[in-house]
């Protein structure tokens, strides 16, 4: 599979006119080697050239996972704290015969330090982006990566099931959102959470990414609670809104909207479709509700071995889909003051429409009391 996903990757480069491409530790290395390296001060960095064997760069410590898990030949340079990392990207630029290349790097993510390792090892090379290129090799998922995405999704539903019968008024985002991490570690996460909770209660409803606070539920709230699992690298991301108690009538009503627009977007998902599409489907029922400048963002985003990846679906993104595909359908009513809803589950293209991942109820439910 990982060689596979190599040769994939070295057309790739060949049809960009890339020399090479260069990841850090984080999930292009995981998704192109199956090896996890933590991202720390001690850089490891893959080159993957157009032509010929990658090139592993990494500390001492990390020697044994390579040389028994590399899934093929790689050639790999390692450094100790004492003597540093320049020398072994040195080596490592030497042994790949590139001259002065033409690399593709992950702007997003890669820092500064091991761009300069870098810079330093093949004299000034010519950096381009390679996130097209990654996420080219990414988004449309095989089987086994989106069997991984099923069950991450199942621990995250699982959590939350166990979370809802401790919720009672007078309770703070904070315990809560405690506790909805302890039930997903205890469904069977992966340590390393995609992200921390959202909890967000009454008017914190109505700020999409609300941090954590020690507000105290209160009858007549709306509780928005946004979390993730992860499995074998692959992750869930959801979100539920739920009614504490009796809510005011105009939260049921953009409860409704939202339900309802979140369906259209699900309708709306099948091979050949666009990106923007889906977006404007969610959009409209919103829009013809009344409260369209209250939907302040896209629909949704790519998932997979991270919580935000390509594709992006937003109103402009004419990106045509295609089976294996997967995104987050999350419309979302946010009035400063009020309150919010958003319903968000996790789909994937399938050959003749869309599958949800996600199977929790979206109807309003009350819970706290």
């Known amino acids: 599979m990982h060689l596979a996903r190599l040769r994939r990757l070295q057309s790739a480069l060949g049809q960009a006119r890339l020399d090479g491409a260069v990841a850090i ?60 990392p320049v020398a072994a990207f040195r080596e490592a630029a030497q042994a790949l015969r590139m001259g002065k290349p033409r690399l593709g790097v992950e702007t997003r993510r890669m820092r500064v330090m091991e761009l300069r390792l870098i810079e330093d090892a093949f004299l000034n090379p010519r950096i381009d982006a390679a996130e097209p290129i990654f996420a080219g090799l990414r988004m449309a998922k095989d089987p086994a ?86 499995t074998g690298g692959y992750v869930a991301d959801l979100t539920r809104t739920y009614a504490i108690g009796e809510v005011d009538d105009r939260l049921k009503t953009i409860y409704r909207l939202v339900q ?64 294996g595909i997967t995104f987050t359908v999350e419309p979302g009513i946010y009035v400063p003051g009020l309150g919010g809803v958003r319903i968000e589950d996790d789909v994937v293209v399938t050959a003749d429409g869309v599958e949800s991942l996600s199977r929790l109820p979206r109807d309003l439910q009350v819970i706290g009391v």
Do not use: C
């Open 25 to 84: 530790a984080g999930p292009n290395l995981f998704y192109l080697t199956g090896m996890s390296f933590h991202l720390s001060e001690r850089p490891t960095v893959g080159f993957f050239p157009a032509n010929g064997d990658p090139v592993l760069v990494a500390g001492n410590l990390e020697q044994s996972k390579i040389d028994e898990g590399a899934p093929y030949p790689v050639r790999s340079f390692y450094y100790t704290d004492s003597i540093g």
């Open 145 to 230: 990566e989106i069997d991984l995405m099923r069950k991450a999704v199942a621990i995250a539903e699982q959590a939350l099931l166990a979370t809802l019968p401790t919720i009672r008024v007078g309770q703070t985002e904070r315990q809560i959102a405690a506790e909805l991490v302890v039930q997903t570690l205890r469904a069977g996460s992966d340590p390393d959470l995609p992200f921390a909770p959202i909890v967000a209660s009454g008017p914190n409803s109505a700020l999409p990414h609300a941090f954590v606070t020690d507000r105290a539920l209160k009858i007549g709230d709306l509780l928005t609670l946004d979390w993730g699992a992860a």
């Open 260 to 323: 309802d627009a979140n369906a259209a977007a699900r309708a709306a998902t099948r091979p050949g479709a666009s990106a923007a599409d889906v977006d404007a489907a969610a959009r409209q029922v919103i829009t013809a509700g009344g409260y369209g400048e209250y939907f302040v963002h896209r629909l949704g985003h790519g998932l997979g071995l991270e919580g935000h990846e390509d594709p992006s679906m937003h109103g402009l993104n004419e990106l045509s889909l295609e089976p």
